[in-house]
């Protein structure tokens, strides 16, 4: 065990895996000699080679196509998009072909790529440098959509990403790469250091992909959360003196349904947290699950914090970015009415 | 089969990384003057030996020679030398803002400023550039107000962009200047667009389209091309191969043996390959570029060989990924240097006005920095709350109306 943040961590599982298996390699824009612009490859070329982690052209459509030709080859490709909101170009390599090749080949072709990439807001990046595009993967079958919160988690869950034999995207929120950044941005920040879930093994373990987490048990109300929210979450539950139960959903496909109504069942109360735009925002499938499945378990109708339905505003940004504040409000209302 | 040998697997790398020898100096340049110029209205077929040349006007001692030379006026020059002084000084002091935490982001264009500022002058007013972030020389060579600019840049409440958009992309329809966005490549195509619409509306506005280097990679770029190609578009599409993305070099771009230029070959328009560290060779080839476009002749693909001094941005140390002597050490010199040193061959310029001319920008950028600065910092002042609901759409549908009331913003 060592103490390690988030990027360490992903740059851990990473090194794991390229001495672990031959068939890994990480490439993609500044990865290799630069070590990444987050430096999440730090080191990695250096220590494994030029062949296993290495740079490639300006082209996140080209960076997945190639990806996918070398999956369906037999190697286990990590391509990274530098940003999330870059993904887009490769959008169509993505949902039309990662997706779906083992289904439309009758199950000769498939491609085991784990796409990572950074996400998320609290950062001052602007429109192009902050998005959350999660619910548009989890829109398409085919594809799996992992979201760390934790060190420990990111490293489990990438190893688990890189092993599973679908194509899975890996989105790691930018914002908790250094610390688990509670959303007070005016506060002092906190570090990884001293953090239980900093604490992070070397060598291999996997965290199953689908397996929520529940990280503040509660009976008064359960909250949905994942990546960065988490913790913007827990400081809400605390601000608001709320006895919450805060479940981390660590994957939003597969979604681990089972966790999610277990803790809406005994609760009664669900407050749904996400950064990335509101409508059409996987907040949505969630109400709409509950609603669903637990419909006569419900007390109080199932309350949404997001992000409003604009582009990340750059000076508007923790206007924007849905706060401890906004969630404490929730939390509050789902108490009172009934 | 068993004879053959085993497949390699090739993956570029620069010449010299930190701690290596830079072979930068060594780079062949050829001698001012020497390439042909064609009419302009020559057919694409006879001149595909250009994309392998490189086009330089401007010698070793700053005279002016060959077919290629402009021919510009005093006046013309001294606008050239002033607007890529503006953009270095004020390069320098916005960079400076960063450190000191009033804004979140910057990006220099030290070493590349000849190019927009001398295709700026080069161009009409009703013409449209579709810029990157490298750019902004084109803006400073037009007068654009450098308040405004600091406004945009800390995002405050004089913020001509509203707060929305990260520190210089900016947006100045009025200056021939299209819409920056952080994603690379995407608006190359636009350029295109926007040409071919002059051309079915035969109105007299051609475009221009900036690309770095490495965003050539991009499918935008090459589709962009296509499209021109097809329709004849009168655009000029430029890429500004400054050697480095962020950490990769042009080799990673696909010109370990070609060059940018000659991309134009496949699509079959004409591919200049230009000095861009010489005011007057940028000037000469987008003028004929222009005149080609203007003629029906269509696109040209024009790149301009430079290289970028200073950092990707404020979020990198070049230094980790590039010999710290390169800069010093590129052939093609500064481009402020070689106008410079042109002018005062001609007799048009010398010290005493250099000197005054410096003053007179530094007082113009500190003066547009401190008003700026009164209107507030990022964070110390921004525009009114209820901006960030509008521009979504023409007009704000329920939900924006009513999420605008929900945070205090607005009545529902
Ligand atoms: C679609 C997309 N992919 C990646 C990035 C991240 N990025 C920003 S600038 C840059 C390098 C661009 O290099 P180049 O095109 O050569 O232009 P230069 O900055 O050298 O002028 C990268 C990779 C981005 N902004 N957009």
New binding site residues.
């Given amino acids: 065990m060592r103490e390690l943040n988030m990027v360490k961590a992903i740059n851990d599982a990473l090194g794991v895996m390229l001495a672990h298996d031959p068939n890994v390699l990480i490439f993609g824009?500044?990865v290799g000699y630069f070590g990444g612009v987050f430096r999440a490859t730090e080191g990695l070329q250096a220590k494994h080679g030029l062949k296993r982690c290495f740079d490639t052209p300006?082209a996140?459509g080209g960076i997945i196509a190639t990806a996918i030709g070398m999956g369906v080859q037999g190697l286990r490709p990590v391509p990274e998009i530098?940003?999330a909101d870059?993904i887009l170009?490769a959008f169509d390599q993505l949902v039309s072909e990662a997706a779906r090749l083992r289904y439309r080949s009758g199950g000769e072709f498939w491609a085991p790529i784990t796409v990572r990439s950074p996400y998320g807001g609290g950062i001052f990046g602007g429109q192009?440098h902050s998005q959350s595009p999660e619910a548009i993967f989890a829109h398409v079958t085919g594809l799996k959509t992992v979201i760390p919160s934790t060190p420990y988690d990111a490293k489990g869950l990438l190893i688990a990403a890189i092993e599973c034999d679908d194509p899975v995207i890996f989105l790691e929120p930018k914002r908790l790469y250094n610390g688990p950044f509670d959303g007070h941005h005016d506060r002092e920040i906190a570090s990884w250091a001293g953090h239980p879930a900093a604490q992070v093994p070397e060598g291999h373990y996997t965290v199953p992909l689908g397996k929520a987490a529940i990280v503040r048990p509660g009976e008064a109300v359960t909250v949905l959360a994942y990546g960065t929210m988490v913790h913007v979450a827990l400081a809400a539950v605390a601000d608001a003196g709320v006895d919450a139960e805060v479940v981390d959903l660590r994957s939003i496909v597969p979604l681990d349904i089972e966790t999610i109504l277990a803790s809406v069942n005994k609760t009664g109360r669900c407050v749904i947290v996400h950064e990335a735009s509101r409508f059409g925002g996987f907040g949505g499938e969630l109400s709409a699950l509950i609603q669903e499945r637990c419909f006569y378990g419900l007390e109080t109708p199932i309350e949404r914090v997001a992000g409003w339905d604009t582009p990340y505003p750059h000076a508007f940004e923790w206007d924007y970015f849905p706060g401890p504040g906004r969630i404490a409000a929730a939390l509050r209302r789902v108490m009172e009415s009934n | 089969m068993s004879n053959r040998p085993p497949l390699e697997f090739h993956v570029p790398e620069p010449p010299a990384r930190p701690g290596q020898l830079s072979e930068i100096a060594g780079t062949v340049v050829p001698e001012a003057g020497l390439v042909r110029r064609p009419d302009a209205l020559s057919s694409s077929v006879d001149l595909r030996d250009l994309p392998f040349e490189l086009i330089r006007v401007l010698d070793d001692d700053g005279q002016a020679i060959g077919p290629w030379d402009p021919r510009l006026s005093p006046e013309r020059l001294r606008q050239g030398l002033k607007a890529m002084l503006l953009t270095r000084a004020f390069d320098d002091r916005l960079f400076r803002a960063h450190r000191q935490g009033k804004t979140s982001f910057y990006m220099k264009s030290t070493g590349e400023e000849a190019i927009g500022a001398a295709q700026s002058l080069a161009l009409e007013p009703q013409d449209m550039c579709f810029p990157?972030y490298?750019v902004m020389s084109w803006l400073h060579a037009r007068g654009y107000p450098l308040v405004d600019m600091v406004n945009q840049i800390f995002s405050n409440e004089r913020d001509p962009l509203r707060g929305r958009q990260l520190p210089i992309l900016f947006s100045a329809r009025d200056y021939g200047f299209y819409s920056l966005s952080?994603?690379?490549?995407t608006r190359y195509g636009h350029a295109v667009g926007w040409a071919m619409a002059s051309a079915y509306r035969q109105i007299d506005s051609i475009a221009l389209a900036y690309?770095?280097?490495?965003?050539t990679a991009?499918g935008d770029f090459h589709e962009a091309l296509t499209f021109a190609a097809v329709y004849r578009a009168p655009v000029i599409l430029c890429v500004?191969n400054?050697q480095?993305?962020?950490s990769s070099f042009a080799g990673l771009a696909g010109t370990e043996n070609t060059t940018f230029a000659a991309r134009a070959i496949g699509y079959g328009m004409p591919g200049l390959r230009v000095d861009g560290n010489d005011f007057l060779a940028v000037t000469a080839a987008t003028q004929w570029a222009a005149e080609r476009a203007r003629g029906n002749m269509g696109p040209t693909l024009i790149e301009f060989y430079t290289y970028?001094v200073a950092g990707?941005s404020t979020s990198d140390d070049p230094t980790r990924y590039r010999p710290r002597e390169e800069a010093e050490q590129w052939p093609l010199g500064d481009p402020v240097a070689r106008l410079q040193q042109h002018l005062i061959s001609i007799g048009e310029w010398d010290d005493e006005r250099h000197s005054a001319l410096l003053a007179e920008i530094d007082a113009q950028v500190r003066s547009a920095v401190r008003e700026a600065e009164a209107v507030g910092t990022l964070g110390k002042s921004k525009p009114p709350l209820s901006e960030m609901f509008e521009g979504v759409f023409a007009e704000p549908d329920w939900r924006l109306i009513e999420q605008r009331s929900e945070i205090g913003a607005g009545n529902a």
């Fill in positions: 824009e500044d300006i996140e530098q940003f870059y170009p192009t | 990157t490298r952080g994603n690379l490549g690309s770095g280097e490495g965003t991009e500004t400054n480095w993305a962020i970028r990707h």
